[in-house]
């Protein structure tokens, strides 16, 4: 079955490490995003990619960042530098990256759930 | 400021009757405006989208409604069931703008009792 896939689901880190969130998948999509939740807050963005080799800052890059080396994978790094880094990571695909030249619908993972100890 | 609001953080309602969930933006021109479902510690799974340049759509028990006037879209699901509760997500695109710039609510969270 086409999807995505995150992992781990669970992650627990000790402040000061870095962590990276795995994302693949096998739906032959360009585009791919993170996005972070938090409780009470809307899905807000960190970074897109919509072409290997490339991707853009979203809404809140700071003390994160990812690598598009593939057009499967898209790995999100957490880095010592973001402060707050609890919260539910969710990466979702799009068939294409495009501005404003049709509706993309995302396809989502089922999120990673990120702890600082 | 832009804004892009779900009225009510939580939805109770009655097995069988009719759940209403409301999407209100403010100083935004969306090209098109769509609705998910999230189930808890899951992603969210896309449901609906409507163009500004359509009144509603329907899939199954589901319907939306766009209104570019009152800058508000609709919700409905009708002869909700327990299945039915989740978290609902609204979110829109600006005109112009890219896919990264797609605007999400903070949902409703929707409990339809027996």
């Known amino acids: 079955d086409g999807g995505i896939t995150q992992s781990p689901k669970y992650?627990?880190?000790?402040?000061?490490?870095?962590?990276?969130?795995?994302?693949?998948q096998n739906l032959n999509h360009d585009a791919m995003y993170w996005y972070?939740?938090?409780p009470g807050q809307g899905l807000r963005l960190i970074y897109y990619s919509q072409i290997v080799n490339?991707?853009?800052k979203g809404d809140i890059a700071e003390g994160y960042s990812v690598s598009r080396e593939?057009?499967?994978s898209f790995p999100l790094t957490v880095t010592s530098a973001q402060k707050n880094p609890t919260a539910f990571y969710?990466?979702?695909s799009t068939p294409r990256g495009d501005r404003g030249s049709g509706a993309n619908v995302l396809t989502f993972g089922a999120g990673s759930r990120l702890t600082v100890l | 400021s832009q804004k892009i609001e779900q009225n009510s953080e939580a939805l109770n309602i009655q097995e069988g009757k009719t759940a209403t969930l409301t999407c209100n933006y403010t100083n935004y021109s969306p090209a098109y405006l769509q609705w998910y479902r999230q189930d808890p510690g899951r992603g969210p799974v896309f449901l609906l989208l409507i163009r500004e340049n359509e009144k509603e759509k329907r899939k199954e028990r589901l319907k939306v409604t766009f209104d570019t006037t009152l800058k508000q879209s609709l919700f409905h699901i009708?002869?909700?069931q327990p299945a039915d509760s989740a978290t609902y997500l609204c979110a829109l695109m600006n005109y112009g703008g890219s896919q990264g710039n797609l605007i999400f609510g903070k949902g409703t969270k929707l409990s339809v009792k027996p």
């Open chain 1, 70 to 72: 593939k057009k499967e």
């Open chain 1, 11 to 24: 992650l627990f880190r000790k402040e000061g490490q870095n962590v990276t969130l795995s994302c693949e």
């Open chain 1, 54 to 56: 490339d991707f853009q």
């Open chain 2, 78 to 80: 009708t002869a909700s």
């Open chain 1, 36 to 38: 972070r939740q938090d």
């Open chain 1, 90 to 92: 969710l990466c979702a």
